[in-house]
Nanobody, 126 residues
Framework: QVQLVESGGGLVQAGGSLRLSCAAS????????MAWFRQAPGKEREFVAQ????????YYTESVKGRFTISRDNAKSTVYLQMNSLKPEDTAVYYC???????????????????WGQGTQVTVSS
């Protein structure tokens, strides 16, 4: 069965960095776009970043452009989110997700992603 396991979250001071990882199994990882979403307390889940199946295209929400970088290693079936210059407003549970459809990328909607990890907490202190 499909499994997505996030790691790398934690507590960091504002201005610091974290690198999230999401290890995937149970499907042909290299055929699916992958994304990161986040959900802060009392708020809806929001799109953060997406990378196409081969890694050639990336998409970011405006608030993280220039600070976050999404990447993937298809040989390791792993997607990463490098987060630099973190701000308190980045505090949230971060989830990785796999696209519902093969060879499709560009969507920022959670409904277009069919498999989700359990989430990893990122807390940025001021």
């Amino acid at each position: 069965q499909v499994q997505l396991v996030e790691s790398g979250g934690g507590l960091v001071q504002a201005g610091g960095s974290l690198r999230l990882s999401c290890a995937a199994s149970g499907f042909t990882f290299s055929s699916y776009a992958m994304a990161w979403f986040r959900q802060a307390p009392g708020k809806e889940r929001e799109f953060v970043a997406q990378i196409s199946w081969a890694g050639g295209n990336t998409y970011y929400t405006e608030s993280v452009k220039g600070r976050f970088t999404i990447s993937r290693d298809n040989a390791k079936s792993t997607v990463y989110l490098q987060m630099n210059s973190l701000k308190p407003e980045d505090t949230a549970v971060y989830y990785c997700a796999a696209s519902l459809s093969r060879y499709y990328s560009g969507s920022r909607e959670a409904v277009d992603f069919g498999s989700w990890g359990q989430g990893t907490q990122v807390t940025v202190s001021s």
